[in-house]
C-alpha cells in the first residue's frame, strides 16, 4: 500500500535528522569538553543542555517530515 511506503519514509527521514542531530551534538561536546569548568558547571546543568538540545531537534526533524510529507502527498495526487 503506498500510504504505509509514505509513512515510512518519512519516519525513516525523521529518525534519520535526529540521529544526525544527536552526532553532531555529541562531536561538539567531546571537542569542547577540555573547556568545562567542573567547578562553575554541575553535570545536570550539561544533561539539561542536552535534552534541551534533543527537543529542540525534534521540532525541527518535525517541521522539516512534515513539509517532506506535504511534498510526497502533493506528488502523488493524495489530498490533505
Not at 519514509?9 to 529518525?15: A, E, G, N
Not at 577540555?34 to 546543568?45: F, L, M, P, Y
Amino acid at each position: 500500500m503506498i500510504i504505509n511506503r509514505s509513512i515510512r519514509f518519512i519516519l525513516k527521514i525523521y529518525l534519520l535528522a535526529l540521529s544526525v542531530f544527536s552526532v553532531f551534538r555529541i562531536i561538539l561536546f567531546l571537542s569542547e569538553f577540555d573547556r568545562i569548568d567542573g567547578n562553575e558547571v554541575a553535570v545536570t546543568t550539561i544533561v539539561k543542555s542536552f535534552i534541551m538540545g534533543v527537543r529542540f531537534d525534534v521540532v525541527i526533524s518535525g517541521v522539516y517530515s512534515y513539509s517532506s510529507h506535504i511534498d510526497l502527498f502533493n506528488i502523488r495526487g493524495y489530498p490533505l
